[in-house]
């Protein structure tokens, strides 16, 4: 059973491109979950998904950024003109979301540089 | 607003001693409580998940207690090692929060051969 993978690892955008970022959950877990860690910070929510719907969006800046989990294929974190400020590993977890289990996997995470 | 909060914020110890890293957090009303570990550069690794209802957990040498009313959790690595060397975040779910952890800044932990 694969774990949480994103892609890709590592990511360089020039500032006002796009960033795309993925993430396929582990096998069987349909809530997927997306944190920023910001360099010499701790690990802050953004937004929390389940198939084709987003639960939590609370943790999203409010322009720019936007998350999509489709009933078929990755979640996506999309960052519109990125800027400087938007340097920072991007981490993507998962969980089963049932009452029994809400243990989270993490994915090894994508590191965004924006140039 | 849930806060937490992980004292010590770095710990060097020689190989052999004990760890013992805690965690505390401002709102009781947690639906569970799990601890990670994360090395440079890399992602986290689930360690301990402690749902409320539980004091405690263990695998290995590692054992975590949940004290509610305290506001506490504590982690205990037994006989460390210098590959125990790592940052341990510890992250709290509240219960009307479902699905969202909130962080700790980790505790950075050095085990020197």
């Known amino acids: 059973n694969a774990g949480v993978m994103q892609n890709p690892r590592h990511l360089v955008r020039r500032r006002g491109q796009e960033a795309r970022l993925r993430c396929s959950p582990m096998k069987g877990h349909s809530h997927v979950y997306w944190y920023r860690q910001l360099p010499e910070e701790g690990l802050k929510f953004m937004v929390y998904?389940?198939?084709?719907?987003?639960?939590?969006e609370s943790g999203m800046p409010k322009e720019r950024f936007s998350a999509e989990f489709p009933k078929e294929g990755p979640s996506i974190l999309r960052i519109q003109q990125v800027v400087r400020g938007d340097s920072a590993a991007y981490f993507c977890?998962?969980?089963?979301?049932?009452?029994?289990?809400?243990?989270?996997?993490f994915g090894q995470g994508t590191r965004l540089t924006v140039v | 607003k849930q806060e937490v909060t992980q004292i010590p914020a770095a710990l060097s110890v020689p190989e052999g001693e004990n760890l013992v890293l805690n965690c505390s957090f401002t709102?009781?009303?947690?639906?569970?409580l799990q601890w990670f570990r994360q090395d440079p550069g890399k992602g986290l690794t689930s360690l301990l998940l402690i749902q409320s209802s539980q004091r405690e957990q263990t695998s290995g040498r590692l054992n975590a207690s949940l004290d509610k009313s305290s506001g506490r959790s504590t982690l205990y690595i037994a006989a460390s090692q210098p590959g125990d060397s790592a940052t341990y975040l510890c992250?709290?779910?509240?219960?009307?929060?479902?699905?969202?952890?909130?962080f700790g800044a980790g505790t950075q932990v050095v085990v020197t051969p």
């Open positions: 992250a709290v779910m509240t219960t009307d929060s479902w699905g969202k952890f909130q």
């Open positions: 977890a998962s969980s089963p979301g049932t009452a029994r289990s809400t243990e989270a996997f």
């Open positions: 998904l389940q198939k084709e719907n987003i639960i939590d």
């Open positions: 709102d009781s009303a947690i639906y569970n």
